[in-house]
C-alpha cells in the first residue's frame, strides 16, 4: 500500500496543534471542493485524502498511532501483540528483533515474526484485527439536510447507521467495529463510508452555503413586489425593491445547509435574481415603451 504523509496532504509540520490541523483541513477542503471541480478525478482524489488526514491527525488517539507505526497504524494493536508475543517467547529460544533491525518498517517486523512455518503453531493464539471494509454511499442533497438512520447492506450484513445532516459530498465517516471479524478473538476491523452526494435541482451548495438563481419578471424589477422561493427547509416570501437590476444578489442569513455536527447552525442563502424581458408584447404594451423610452 503506497504510503500517505497526512501531514504532507494538509501541508503542516509534525509539530502542528489541532488548531493548526483544522485551519489547514478548512482551507483545503474549499479548494479541492468537488461542486468547484465537478469533473476535475485529481482534485477529487486531493479531497478524499485531505478527509483522510483530517480524520486521522485531529483524532489524538489515531495520530499517535501514525506517528509511530507510519503506514501501519492501522495495525498498531496487531504490532503491540506481536511484539507482546515475541518478547515473552524469546526466553524459550525464540529470536528477538529491534526496530533497529527491521529498518523502522514494522510491516517487516510483523511478516518476520508469523509469516514464517516455524511460528505456525504458536501464532494461532495471536489475536489479529479484523479487515477494513469500504463502501460508497449515493445520496441527495435533501437527504442530508436533516439527521436522520439508513440501513446499509455491506458484505451480507445490514447495518444501520446514522447519517448526520450537513455531511460533506465526498466525506468518509467510520463505522467502527462494522469491517471484517477479526481472527482469534481479535477485534473487528471498522467501515469507512463515502458520501457521493448530488446537488438538489436549482440549488448549488458550497460548504454550508446554497445558492439559487431565480427569475422576476420586469414589472416586479421595476416596481418592486413579493415573490416566493422554495428552500429545503420550505417557502420563503421575499420583498423585490424597486428598480432592481439583473443579476442582483440578496443574503438570507441562517437560511443555508445545517453545518456538521453542529446543532443549531447554518450556512446563508444567497439568491441572485434574473430579471426575465417579457416576449409577446401587444401593441399597447409596446407603446407603453416607446413612451417610456422616449421619457
Known amino acids: ?22 485551519k489547514a483541513y478548512r482551507k483545503l ?25 483530517n480524520e486521522v491527525l485531529s483524532d489524538p488517539e489515531k495520530r499517535k498511532k501514525f506517528d509511530k507505526y507510519g503506514k501501519d497504524w492501522q495495525h498498531a494493536e496487531q504490532f503491540e ?10 526466553g524459550f529460544g525464540g ?50 439536510y436533516q439527521t436522520h438512520k439508513q440501513t446499509l447492506t455491506v458484505n ?18 467510520k463505522i467502527a467495529g462494522h469491517g471484517g471479524s477479526g481472527i482469534n478473538g481479535g477485534p473487528n476491523g471498522d467501515l469507512y463510508i463515502t458520501f457521493s452526494i448530488a446537488n438538489h435541482p436549482g440549488i448549488k451548495r458550497l460548504g454550508n452555503d446554497l445558492y439559487i438563481h431565480f427569475d422576476i419578471d420586469l414589472y416586479a424589477a ?22 432592481t437590476q439583473n443579476g442582483t444578489k440578496v443574503k438570507l442569513k441562517g437560511k443555508g445547509f445545517p453545518v456538521y455536527k453542529s446543532d443549531g447552525q447554518f ?26 423610452s422616449k421619457s
Open 1 to 22: 500500500m503506497t504510503f500517505i504523509n497526512y501531514y504532507k496532504v494538509l501541508g503542516i509540520e509534525k509539530t502542528a496543534t489541532a488548531n493548526d490541523i483544522k
Open 29 to 53: 477542503a474549499r479548494k479541492f471542493h468537488p461542486d468547484l471541480h465537478p469533473n476535475d478525478s485529481e482534485a477529487k482524489k486531493n479531497f478524499q485524502q485531505i478527509n483522510e488526514a
Open 81 to 90: 501483540n506481536a511484539k507482546q508475543y515475541q518478547e515473552q517467547s524469546s
Open 95 to 144: 529470536q528477538k528483533y529491534s526496530q533497529a533491525q527491521t529498518g523502522g518498517d514494522f510491516s517487516e517486523f510483523f511478516e518476520s515474526m508469523f509469516g514464517g512455518s516455524a511460528n505456525a503453531g504458536r501464532n494461532r493464539q495471536v489475536k489479529f484485527r479484523g479487515e477494513d471494509y469500504n463502501a460508497q454511499l449515493q445520496l441527495n442533497l435533501t437527504d442530508v
Open 156 to 173: 451480507g450484513r445490514n447495518i444501520r447507521i446514522t447519517i448526520p445532516a450537513g455531511i460533506e459530498n465526498g466525506q468518509t465517516i
Open 222 to 243: 421595476v416596481l418592486g413586489g413579493e415573490i416566493t422561493i422554495d428552500t429545503l427547509s420550505g417557502k420563503v416570501k421575499l420583498k423585490v425593491k424597486p428598480e
Open 267 to 292: 450556512g446563508d442563502l444567497y439568491i441572485t435574481y434574473t430579471v426575465k424581458i417579457p416576449t409577446n408584447l401587444t401593441e399597447r404594451q409596446k407603446n407603453l415603451f416607446t413612451e417610456l
